[in-house]
């Protein structure tokens, strides 16, 4: 099975409000998709005949990263350079692709998480959709629909914030994560617990706006039940987070730190946090992705599944990922309508129990709309072989 060519393609997409986190506002997302066209002969090896097994097969996937490097390194700009100037070069080159082979293949070049991935999930999708077995199977999903939170940005006021929760949580999401920032932090969480009462499930995601400094202003988010605190520290600061831990009841959870399953055997060992926050694009993809789940489960640290305002595309592939057992927390998962007033798959909607139904189709289980995607491309490349 060769990898024949590759469609780059740049859709830009209104954000039905803006989104505002510690280190910026998101309004529209400038997102990369990637189409895989794989040779499909003699794809499972096993000399069987089956639905795509000797023609051409593609496949579909979504770059997470966004239009400046300030959730991490990673850039769009940067994604489609390293994809057509090393990566695609050395995947063209191999005289074998599938889903499990391009991890390895990408592994000499450093870093650039999010590229590996959009590339892997492509392909894999391409193997999956020939072979008729979908994400979820692959993967090791073990339920069919997953319970959903969602992720509120740093509103202008405290009245504003508890308007946008209200919506959210009449529409049925399980958990509120707020976005908080030094000046943002104590008083919208205490506001939202006493207006929604004890029950409701919060955590708060910090992205790096604080430093060990600021523990014992952090402590005072301990009175009010979180999950969890996400990512309070800088990225690299992995001890940091083993130290603020200490001094914290709220459980520390990591995001931006854990960049493959090492960094996250690495945090847990060292105590820096007792959950992970998993998102594919920021670990190289779903198969690095799920060892990381099955390291933590080994450790007994809950994971929950992440989300970088994703289409319908990258929507599919995370609810996959969230159905898997050690998945015990709610994720960023939340329904189509809560990003976009017009999604480029059919809709992911939400039920009035707060959940999600994971795609049970093969590979990724939906398509782009063609009419959708045409009207929400900017750019197009085709790079062949
Ligand atoms: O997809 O629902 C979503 C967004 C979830 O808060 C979210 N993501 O740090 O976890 C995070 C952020 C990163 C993206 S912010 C633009
Ligand atoms: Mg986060």
Redesign the pocket.
């Known amino acids: 099975m060769k990898l024949t060519g590759v469609e780059l393609r740049r859709i830009s997409m209104p954000l039905v409000a803006p989104f505002r986190t510690s280190f910026g506002v998101e309004t529209t997302r400038d997102i990369l998709l990637l189409r895989a066209v794989l040779d499909g002969s003699g794809l499972d090896g096993s000399g069987l005949d089956g639905p795509g097994l000797d023609g051409q097969s593609e496949g579909w996937g979504e770059c997470v990263a966004m239009s400046d490097p300030l959730y991490s390194s990673e850039y769009v700009d940067a994604s489609v350079d390293v994809l057509k100037r090393f990566m695609l070069p050395k995947l063209f080159a191999a005289s074998h692709v599938d889903g499990a082979a391009v991890g390895p293949l990408l592994e000499p070049f450093k870093g650039h998480w999010m590229s590996k991935a959009v590339i892997e999930t492509a392909v894999l999708d391409a193997e999956l959709r020939a072979t008729g077995r979908s994400f979820a199977r692959e993967l090791g999903a073990t339920r069919d629909r997953v319970p959903c939170g969602v992720?509120v940005g740093i509103h202008d006021s405290v009245g504003a914030l508890l308007e946008s929760v209200e919506g959210y949580v009449s529409a049925g999401y399980v958990r509120i994560k707020l976005k908080i920032e030094p000046g943002w932090d104590v008083e919208p969480v205490r506001a939202v617990r006493e207006r929604f009462g004890d029950d409701l499930l919060i955590q708060v995601?910090a992205?790096t706006a604080y430093t060990l400094q600021d523990a014992q202003h952090l402590a005072k988010l301990d009175d009010f039940g979180l999950l969890l605190i996400?990512?309070p520290l800088p990225e690299e600061d992995v001890l940091g987070h083993a130290q603020l831990a200490k001094l914290i009841k709220t459980p520390v959870c990591l995001?931006?730190s854990i960049t493959s399953a090492r960094t996250a055997a690495a945090a847990i060992a060292l105590g820096a946090c007792s959950i992970i926050?998993i998102?594919p694009g920021r670990v190289g993809g779903y198969l690095e992705a799920r060892r990381i789940h099955d390291v933590c489960q080994a450790h007994g640290i809950a994971v929950w599944c992440?989300g970088m305002l994703e289409t319908g595309l990258g929507r599919a592939a995370n609810i996959a990922l969230a159905a898997l057992p050690g998945f015990t927390l709610p994720g960023?998962t939340s329904a189509s309508d809560r990003y976009y007033k017009t999604d480029i798959t059919e809709p992911f909607v939400l039920s009035p129990d707060g959940q999600l139904d994971v795609p049970a189709g093969p590979g990724l289980g939906v398509t782009p709309l063609p009419g959708e995607l045409a009207a929400v491309t900017t750019w197009t490349e085709w790079v062949p072989a």
Request: charged share 55%.
């Open positions: 992720s995601d992205n996400e990512q995001d931006e926050n998102k992440g960023d």
